[in-house]
C-alpha cells in the first residue's frame, strides 16, 4: 500500500537499465510507487535537476521527499528501508552479501563499461575491440552464477535477489550486443547456466513488466553510435 | 567473537584500495595478518583468491576470500560490529545511501581523472587530467559540509566509510603534489578537506597504516615509466 510506504516517485527514463533496475527491485518487493518519464536527452525536469544536481541522470528515487542516487544504492535502500515488505533483495548471510556487491560490481565495472564504450566509440576499430572485451568478461559470469545460486535458480536463490536484478536489467542489452556482435554474448556451449538464468528470469512476472524490447533499444543503440561515428567523422 | 577468527589482509603499501580495507580491519581492533604482494610477481594464493581480477586487497576470513575494497569494508563493518564497536557505515538506511553515493563518486568520477594525471603521456593531457580532477573535487568539498553536520569527518565524530573511500586517496593527492606540483586539496580552494585531510592523518589508524608519501612517488614514477613504455610500443 502506497501509504505506509510513504511517498514514493521514481524519476526515469524508458530505455535505462538503471531505471529497470529499480523498478525491478520495487516490483519484486510489491511496493507501489509513481513514475515520472524524463526526457533525458531534451529538457530535464527541475525535480531532477535539484534531485540530482551531482549527476542529473535517472534513476532518481524520491522517498518522502528526499532523493536518493545511483542504481546500485538505490536498490540497497529500498531492501533496508523496506525491510519485511516482500523478500529480501540481499542475502541474509554477510559472506554471501559480500558475493552479491561483488557481482554487482563486476557487471557495471567491467560488463556494462566495455559495452558502453561499444556504443560510444568512434571508429570501428575502437567498437570492436569494446565488444571483444564485453564478450571476454561475460564469461565470468557462468562462475558467478554457480558461485552466487549454489545450483538453485536464480544468484538469490530460490528467489530473485540483487545480482538477479542487476544482471536482469541489462537482459535487454545483452541481446543487442548479441545482434551487433553477430554472435551471442552468452554463449549457449560456454554459458548453459547463463542461457538457462535468462529464460527462467524473463519469465518472472516482474520482468515481463518492466523489461524493454530490445528491438526498441536496438534502434536507439544503431542511432547512438551512428551519432557518435559522425561526430568523429566530421572532425 | 566467539569462535577463532583468522583474517589474513592481501595487499600493497601504496594501493589506495588495500588502504581502506587494511584501515577497517584496524578501526574495528580485531586481528589481522598483513601479507604484503609483489604485484610483479604475484602470490598462488592471490592468483587463487582473486582469479577474475588478480588484484589486491583480497580478504581472507576463515579460508574465504573477500575482493573488492568496498565490499570488504562493508563485509568488515557487517562482521565485526557491536557494543563498543565502531561502525563505519550508519546505521539508518538512508545516510547509508548518501555514504554509498559519495563512496562511488570518488571510485567512479574522482579517482579515474586523480590517476590519470599520473598515467600521462603529454604535459598537455597531464594539465588536463589536473583540471578535470580540481572539478571532481569541488562537489566532495560541498558534500563534507553536508554529510559532516560539523563534526570533524565525513561520518561525524569517527573514520567512517567515505572518509575511507577518499582518505585511502590522501598519500596519492599529496604524491602528485610533490611530483608535479599540482594541489588537488588546498586551504585555500578546499579548506574544508583540507582541515580534514589532515585530521585523517593524524588519526591512529591512518598512522598505522598509511605509507610514506615517498614510496607512493617511487611507485608513481614507475607507473609514469610503464605507460610511456606501452604507449611507445603501439
Known amino acids: 500500500m502506497a501509504g505506509s510506504n510513504g511517498d514514493l516517485k521514481l524519476l526515469g527514463h524508458k530505455g535505462s537499465p538503471f531505471v529497470a533496475r529499480v523498478k525491478l527491485a520495487l516490483g519484486l518487493k510489491g511496493i507501489s510507487y509513481d513514475y515520472v518519464e524524463e526526457d533525458i536527452f531534451g529538457q530535464k525536469s527541475d525535480l531532477l535537476l535539484r534531485s540530482n544536481p551531482v549527476h542529473k541522470a535517472v534513476p532518481v528515487l524520491i522517498h518522502n521527499g528526499k ?19 516482500g523478500p529480501s533483495l540481499l542475502p541474509a548471510d554477510p559472506y554471501d552479501r559480500a558475493l552479491a556487491r561483488f557481482w554487482v560490481a563486476y557487471i557495471d565495472d567491467k560488463l556494462g563499461a566495455s559495452f558502453d564504450r561499444a556504443l560510444r566509440a568512434k571508429t570501428d576499430e575502437e567498437r570492436n575491440e569494446a565488444i571483444k572485451q564485453t564478450f571476454a568478461a561475460a564469461e565470468a559470469l557462468e562462475g558467478g552464477l554457480k558461485e552466487c545460486s549454489k545450483g538453485k535458480n536464480f544468484f538469490g536463490g530460490d528467489n530473485a535477489g540483487y545480482v538477479d536484478i542487476i544482471v536482469g536489467s541489462v537482459v535487454p542489452w545483452v541481446k543487442v550486443i548479441s545482434v551487433l556482435a553477430g554472435a551471442e554474448l552468452f554463449d549457449p556451449a560456454k554459458m548453459p547456466g547463463m542461457v538457462a538464468w535468462v529464460d527462467r528470469f524473463c519469465e518472472l512476472d516482474v520482468a515481463k513488466a ?6 526498441i533499444l536496438l534502434e536507439q543503440a544503431k542511432m547512438l553510435m551512428a551519432k557518435n561515428s559522425a561526430v568523429a567523422s566530421n572532425n | 567473537m566467539a569462535a577463532k577468527e583468522e583474517l589474513k589482509l592481501l595487499g600493497v603499501d ?4 588495500a588502504i581502506r580495507a587494511h584501515m577497517a580491519v584496524v578501526i574495528k581492533g580485531v586481528s589481522c595478518e598483513y601479507v604484503v604482494e609483489d604485484l610483479s610477481n604475484k602470490s598462488e594464493l592471490l592468483l587463487s583468491s582473486n582469479p577474475v581480477y588478480k588484484k589486491v586487497p583480497v580478504l581472507i576470513h576463515n579460508g574465504k576470500p573477500i575482493c573488492e575494497s568496498l565490499v570488504i569494508v562493508q563485509y568488515v563493518d557487517e562482521i565485526f560490529s557491536g557494543d563498543g564497536v565502531p561502525s563505519i557505515l550508519p546505521t539508518d538506511p538512508y545516510e547509508r545511501a548518501i555514504a554509498r553515493f559519495w563512496a562511488a563518486y570518488v571510485d567512479d568520477k574522482f579517482f579515474p581523472v586523480l590517476r590519470g594525471i599520473v598515467l600521462a603521456l603529454t ?3 597531464r594539465v588536463e587530467k589536473a583540471t578535470e580532477t580540481l572539478a571532481a573535487i569541488e562537489p566532495l568539498e560541498e558534500a563534507f559540509a553536508m554529510c559532516s553536520k560539523g563534526k570533524a569527518f565525513f561520518s561525524g565524530d569517527s573514520i567512517g566509510y567515505v572518509d575511507l573511500a577518499l582518505g585511502s586517496l590522501l598519500v596519492w593527492i599529496e604524491a602528485i603534489r610533490r611530483m608535479y606540483n599540482i594541489e588537488i586539496i588546498s586551504a585555500s580552494k578546499t579548506p574544508r578537506l583540507s582541515a580534514w585531510a589532515e585530521r585523517f592523518g593524524e588519526s591512529a589508524a591512518a598512522k598505522e597504516v598509511l605509507p610514506e608519501v615517498d614510496k607512493a612517488v617511487q611507485f608513481g614514477k614507475m607507473l609514469e615509466a610503464a605507460a610511456s613504455a606501452a604507449a611507445a610500443s603501439k
Open chain 1, 67 to 85: 532523493p536518493i542516487c545511483e542504481s546500485q544504492v538505490i536498490v540497497q535502500y529500498i531492501d533496508e528501508v523496506f525491510v519485511g515488505t
Open chain 1, 210 to 215: 518492466v523489461l524493454q524490447d530490445p528491438k
Open chain 2, 14 to 17: 601504496v594501493s589506495p584500495f
Open chain 2, 123 to 125: 604535459e598537455q593531457e
